[in-house]
């Protein structure tokens, strides 16, 4: 028995000798300081106005070059907010939108979303600057998407409001934005002198033109060659 | 079982003493210094690598002071650029002539200081030289030969050289900087400054036994980051204070707030990514009563508590030490005196209470006498709240119809724990007044609803400061200044008498072959071209080349 306990007391104090020494030399500090604002939940809807139902691991990065790490997030597709859950506090807040600068949905398998603050120039009432919209590929052509959810009001009495999702997509080109539909043609009025180009694209590699997926792959396909790519807004 | 306790004890003791000491010789770092002697007044220029910092990935921070016996004369925080470590470093006027130490150090994988050190001799132009007398009749002390300590060559990995070893003053000097692919080290040093004529040896280099005697400093962390510690103790008892809630500010007009909690030995840490300067700091705890203490720890290890050299009579009276204390004279004369300004290269644009619209400026109001009168007129979503002589700030919120009872007060960014305190505040005081109603967070801190008040003085001496906190100065990192002496003076009329004409710090990777340059002063003599560094394995190399000006 006392043989066990000096072992016992010499692997402890082996331990706390090896805690003091890789106690490190980053001193503990507080994690990202997210900046929210109190969050006050939708009611009275029918329909989730998020665009996950269930909360999801999220990394933020924030203007002042900081990142959240595996932070609970939604996305409010009505209000347009990035809504988060402070560990801390135990409270859900909404993200204050002038320091975000982007977010990412981190997915189990690998397919993070990624969303940014949109600072280009305004499309209308449907992208206007600070709205945060996913990015579906990233270059000399950048492809966008902006969920949103309007609200139409119930003619019942007793009957709630519901959610109607929709997604707007854009297109991206140097400092000019343009809205598309999710529609491979409405593409070719932006690429005129590239139709035939495009169509015998998709012909090889047998995609629909009515798909996210293949919007984006086209997209993908146009930036390994952009030069060739006229766009004429 | 006594064999077994003494074995328990002996382990426990070993176990105490891994917490290591202070290493200043350690040998994996590489210290340059732009002269050999100095003058009172005169500026340090030094350039610091790290030999292991591959393995060592982001070491960011480097701690380097001038030291006097028992004593941190001078000090710096300097921050990485490029794979190393530049600065400058003041020596004050007073400094008496002798022998200092001069230190740079970075906290190891434990956090220990580890560095090296480097002697350096001062003369006072004003013939301040009691300490270094003392020294001269004390046991075990011994005259530094600062003319002696010449550089030694390494090898032919790296070679500086110029085509003559003879040349006019006020000449421009190529000079050829050959670097091999082996010498990969991550900044060379390059410096060509003026040696004595007649270079002495009949004062023995110092032997080993004589270095600088430390004190066994074990409590100082050094971490690799921009790091505020200290500890909150009870007042009376000195007992730690658990799990308190610390405040640190910095009085600024876009309010930054830091928040942290002591840990199990009431022992707290502030971190932070790049300041810059000389900053004001307040910090508090949240609790404002009992009293507490708040002690800030140290960042510098303890300064040598002997250096057991002095200046030798045969430096000290030499011709080449009156020159140079006549050419820093003169170097001072035709310098217009220029005060040190704290850089930043990082803005804070945004208050951690959030952007807000409610902005009031007093000053477009007819003058109030005091902050009551100023809530009660120009304030409408804020009132005091006056009950069994409490006064409270409420803050109402216009969309969700709600007073919170509980905002944050602010005096230029630093919180108070009552708006009783801002009562002494009339309208000339204050230049804005910030007003957020929304309920929000910054990390951890759950803010309901702020008043930020700024003064005219923004420095927040118009309020007492709040009990149990204190407010000192800390010096943040240091950004080099561009070393402006590899030129001669813009304005012909001014005297060209440089004694160090040439000193960069050149950062890798390097060509090959390399020309530089050397713009000679108007100061005929014997100068020395030194070149070196260390590589990533602590490899030294160095290379050196004497030559002459003539009239």
């Known amino acids: 028995m006392k043989k066990y306990f000096f072992t016992w007391m010499l692997v402890s104090t082996l331990a706390w000798a090896q805690c003091e020494i890789s106690s490190g030399t980053n001193a503990p500090q507080e994690n990202t300081r997210l900046y929210g604002i109190a969050y006050i939940f939708p009611v009275g809807l029918e329909g989730s106005p998020y665009l996950y139902d269930d909360w999801q691991d999220g990394k933020i990065l924030l203007e002042n070059g900081e990142t959240a790490e595996r932070v609970p997030i939604r996305f409010n597709r009505i209000t347009n907010d990035l809504v988060f859950y402070n560990k801390e506090l135990l409270k859900v807040f909404r993200a204050d939108k002038a320091t975000i ?54 003619n019942d009495l007793h009957a709630r409001d519901k959610i109607h999702p929709s997604t707007f997509y854009f297109l991206k080109v140097g400092d000019q934005t343009v809205e598309v539909r999710k529609n491979i043609r409405s593409v070719f009025r932006y690429f005129p002198g590239n139709k035939k180009e495009i169509k015998k694209w998709l012909a090889q590699n047998q995609l629909t033109r009515r798909s996210e997926k293949s919007f984006t792959r086209l997209v993908e396909w146009m930036n390994t060659h952009p030069e060739n790519f006229l766009f004429q807004p | 079982m006594s064999k077994r306790l003494i074995t328990t004890t002996l382990f426990l003791t070993v176990c105490l003493f891994l917490r290591a000491v202070p290493v200043f010789h350690s040998g994996n770092h590489y210290l340059e210094l732009n002269k050999d002697l100095y003058v009172s007044g005169e500026k340090i220029f030094f350039m610091v690598t790290l030999s292991d910092q591959d393995s060592r990935s982001g070491k960011k921070i480097m701690y380097a002071d001038l030291c006097d016996e028992s004593k941190i004369v001078s000090s710096r925080i300097l921050l990485r650029q490029n794979h190393h470590w530049q600065g400058d470093m003041d020596i004050p006027d007073s400094l008496q002539t002798g022998v200092y130490v001069f230190r740079v150090y970075s906290g190891n994988e434990n956090g220990t200081p580890e560095g090296t050190l480097r002697l350096i001799t001062v003369i006072n132009p004003y013939g301040k030289n009691e300490n270094n007398e003392k020294r001269k009749d004390m046991p075990g002390c011994q005259p530094w030969d600062v003319f002696n300590q010449i550089p030694s060559e390494t090898g032919p990995a790296i070679k500086v050289y110029a085509a003559k070893a003879d040349f006019r003053t006020g000449e421009t000097i190529p000079v050829t900087l050959e670097i091999q692919p082996e010498a990969t080290c991550p900044a060379l040093s390059f410096r060509v400054y003026r040696i004595p004529d007649r270079e002495n040896s009949h004062i023995a280099h110092p032997m080993k036994e004589a270095l600088p005697a430390f004190s066994d400093d074990r409590s100082i962390q050094i971490y690799n980051s921009l790091t505020v510690s200290g500890r909150v103790v009870e007042k009376s008892t000195r007992t730690p204070v658990r799990g308190e809630r610390l405040f640190f500010s910095i009085p600024d007009s876009i309010p930054q707030i830091n928040v942290t909690h002591t840990d199990s030995f009431g022992i707290f840490h502030f971190s932070f990514g790049e300041l810059f300067g000389a900053k004001d700091v307040i910090i508090q705890t949240d609790s404002k009563e009992p009293e507490w203490d708040i002690e800030i720890m140290p960042v510098f290890p303890d300064p040598p508590l002997r250096i057991p050299y002095y200046v030798a009579e045969e430096v000290e009276k030499s011709s080449f030490a009156d020159q140079s204390l006549q050419r820093a004279l003169i170097h001072r004369a035709y310098t217009p005196y220029t005060p040190e300004t704290a850089h930043s290269t990082q803005q804070n644009v945004y208050p951690f209470y959030g952007a807000t619209n409610e902005v009031v400026y007093p000053d477009r109001y007819v003058d109030l006498n005091d902050f009551e009168e100023i809530t009660l007129e120009l304030l409408p979503l804020c009132n005091i709240h006056k009950e069994k002589g409490v006064d409270r700030l409420r803050i109402y919120h216009p969309e969700t119809k709600r007073y919170s009872d509980s905002p944050l007060i602010l005096v230029d960014g630093v919180p108070v724990p009552s708006i009783r305190d801002l009562y002494g505040l009339s309208s000339p005081k204050v230049r804005r007044i910030e007003i957020q109603p929304d309920i929000r967070c910054f990390g951890s801190l759950l803010i309901e609803g702020a008043l930020s008040v700024f003064t005219t003085r923004g420095n927040f001496l118009d309020v007492d400061l709040p009990p149990n906190a204190i407010r000192y100065t800390w010096d943040t990192f240091s950004l080099p200044i561009p070393y402006s002496g590899n030129q001669a003076p813009e304005n012909p009329s001014h005297p060209d008498f440089r004694d160090v004409l040439y000193w960069e710090a050149l950062p890798g990777p390097f060509p090959l072959t390399m020309q530089i340059n050397v713009h000679a002063s108007m100061e005929k003599g014997n100068y020395r071209i030194v070149a070196g560094g260390k590589d990533r394995d602590g490899r030294l190399y160095r290379s050196v080349f004497n030559f002459t000006l003539h009239e």
């Open chain 1, 101 to 154: 600068h982007s977010f990412d949905f981190l997915d189990p398998d690998g397919k993070n979303r990624l969303f940014i603050k949109y600072t280009g120039e305004e499309v209308l009432y449907r992208l206007q600057k600070n709205d945060l919209i996913e990015v579906l590929h990233e270059g000399h052509i950048s492809l966008y998407v902006k969920h949103f959810s309007e609200i139409i009001a119930s």
